[in-house]
């Protein structure tokens, strides 16, 4: 309800919107706006059903099909309350106020703009008021309809008022990341990395909110299709797929994104109240936002001529690609090392971590020069300590270490065809009709991703081949999820992403085991050697477990310790 008349406002052109609740708008919800206004012999036609002013051409009935029908908001409401119109436009010598349920106009007081005031919400239709939640759950409600506009208006003023008193004001702003931190949290538009990207007909671009500002509900995550708000799978889907890495176990992401795809290529009357759609070609969406978050999440660290380390290495040390295993043997507890790892697949060695300067004397290096700074000593076996240019930092050795190897398993393997291993024993499982209808229509797809599928009986599939990196693992329980996923989505990169998925754990428990442990003390070279490897690794600020890799400790935070006044 909040969500369309927050709608109409702005459809006028509204550049301020104030909205006041009582008993969290079952009592009362008004909506006041400095729009266009509506004339006072147009009044009973607005509350007409199907009357809609937001048609005049052929072409705006052209996008009647695309826009969703319109012209229904104002009546329905109007016939499960008491509401109200009073508006004024700029021509008219006064406003006028129009009641829906007796159709009476009468001469009023406004400012240009229109105020919808709606009392007594399902007042006669008490079967549904039983629904209603309390006050507080149903303010809410409101506060996160007004919110979810908010956030794609930056350039519009909303004031939220309940019981009488100032509730929350978000006042324009010039840019999207201000609005976040106005309408969710001053840390979180701190804590958030921008998103643009464009691939075909599709562009992506908004906010993700760190790693770090993940939560435990899935409570701030904002989408916007053409400019609405919507939920949809297969944004969703893509968006924690491009987080999985990064995301400590069940953590949610926080992210405002706004999705503009041609009208033509998406259906918005899917659902009543327009909130789900349904793209013409959902892989070109799924793709575009994996990608789009995934550059975000991990842009290339070499893009900054200042941070990036001199090339080669013209030393007798031993080049990056070979330390992990030769440097750390210590550390790899009887576990498959890190060759081991890497001869699993195919091209292996070859494809190795970038270079990083190993010369004589790295700690030279003017500490302001790196990212993550100079090495100055280990504490406990555990963290590095390094200065830079604003303090200190703090690196987890083995956090960070862990993922240097994870993605350097990941680089080596990408590319390369997933390599498929027929099973000495079919694994058979009791398939459903909707597995069975994917395995014969996506046959090629699961081909693709190294996976063999036939029917044993109208009823029963059998894997016969799998990624030979899985082989030995529940090949039925990752048959099935890549098949309800083609199910579900459709989409072959959903699959292959889930397959990589599965790929991707093991390389990280590889690379966790073959990662430096505590307790083993470090050169001042090697720790060197580590800092400035983080700085050319993607997605090195987190392990592969989410944890943070690293913290910067600054100079002021430290005069603040120490009560020291600069
Ligand atoms: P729709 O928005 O789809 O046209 P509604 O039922 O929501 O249908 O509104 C009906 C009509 O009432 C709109 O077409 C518009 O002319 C008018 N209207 C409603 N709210 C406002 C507003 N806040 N400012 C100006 N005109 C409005
Ligand atoms: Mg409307």
Redesign the pocket.
Known sequence: MVR??V???L??K?STIVLRFLAGGVRLIN?E?D????ERN?LA???KRH????ISTLGDLEQLSTMG????????IASVSDLS?T?QTHDQAHAWRIDARSGELSPAALSV??R?EVRELFFNTPARRKFLKTDATELTHCLEAARRHALARPDVSFSIWSEGKLHDQWLACPTAAQRIGQALSEDLERQCLSVSYASGAVQVSGFIGTPDAARARADQQYCYVNGRFVRDKVIQHAVRQAFADVLHGARQPVYVLFITVDPNRVDVNVHPTKIEVRFRDSREVHSAVFHAVQNALAPPRLASPGLAPPLPAPSGLASPSTWPASHYSSARQGSLSINEAQALWQPAAGASLPQTNQSASPYEEPANDWRLGRAIAQLQGIYILAENAQGLVIVDTHAAHERIVYESLKQALSGAQIQSQPLLIPATFAATPEEVAACDEHATTLAQLGLELTAFSPKTLAVRAAPAALAEGDVVALARSVLGQLAELGSQEAALALVSEAQNALLASMACHAAVRANRKLSLEEMNALLRQMEVTERSDQCNHGRPTWRQISIQELDTLFMRGR
């Not at 009357?51 to 937001?54: L, Q, V």
């Not at 029908?69 to 329905?76: M, T």
Request: no cysteine; net charge negative.
């Open positions: 369309e008349l709608d109409n406002a459809d006028a509204a909506v706006d729009g266009s206004g509506i147009q036609l607005a509350l009357a809609t002013s937001k029908f319109r012209g229904e908001a104002l009546a329905a119109i508006s703009g229109t919808i």
